[in-house]
């Protein structure tokens, strides 16, 4: 079965930017939409009814919400491509990459809402 992938975006997203540079890294092919986030289409309402927030990545019609998210199951799905999280093999390596992952989630909304 080809895959049918869609992401839900929007312009300069630091939550998309990340969703776009695994499925990069991974060499996935989609449909990219994007996303006016002043007037929220009926799909990005029906694919993330809780949280209402772009990026939501669709694979072959279920919804995938939360960026981080994403790119677990961008990781675990298209595993024959170099993995993004370091080996399981290596735990501290990993506890690493997830401080990462926990800083841009917390920071990020930080500091694009507090510029001046
Ligand atoms: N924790 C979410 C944050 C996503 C997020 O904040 N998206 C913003 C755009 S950068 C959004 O959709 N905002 C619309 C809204 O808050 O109504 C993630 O990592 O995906």
Known sequence: MSDEVVLLDTWGSMFGMRVKIALAEKDVKYEYM?????NKSPLLLQMNPIHQKI???IHNAKPICESAIILQYID???N?????MPSR???YERAQARFWV???DKRVPYLMYNFS
Do not use: A, G, M, N
């Not at 994007?34 to 002043?38: K, S």
């Not at 024959?80 to 993004?84: M, T």
């Open 34 to 38: 994007l996303e006016d986030l002043r």
């Open 55 to 57: 990026p939501v990545l």
């Open 76 to 78: 675990e799905v298209w």
């Open 80 to 84: 024959h491509k170099p993995p993004i």
């Open 89 to 91: 093999s290596d735990p």
């Open 102 to 104: 926990d800083f841009i």
